[in-house]
């Protein structure tokens, strides 16, 4: 997987996370639940990125493995849901 697939990997997982979680609308703030869809988006990108280095260093996979994908999936619904629950309980 290359970097393109990466990020668009990470962003549909990041909008797709925030806009599934139920926690995301019992956010009140001055910007509203809308506002962060960014930041959803941006830590679904994160995680992949942080995903696939660790995998690498680690030596669990290698670039284009299946598993690669599964892991860098897996982590950043993790980090998504962990983020958008965390800013909805401010």
Aim: hydrophobic share 60%; aromatic share 10%; proline share 2%.
């Amino acid at each position: 997987m290359g970097w393109i697939g990466l990020i668009f990997l990470g962003a549909v997982i990041g909008a797709a996370g925030w806009w599934l979680h139920p926690l995301r609308r019992a956010g009140r703030g001055a910007r509203g639940p809308a506002g962060r869809i960014w930041t959803a988006i941006g830590a679904g990108i994160l995680a992949t990125v942080v995903a696939r280095m660790l995998g690498n260093i680690v030596d669990l996979y290698h670039d284009g493995d299946t598993l690669e994908w599964l892991a860098c999936a897996v982590f950043a619904l993790f980090v998504v849901t962990m983020t958008v629950g965390l800013a909805a309980r401010r």
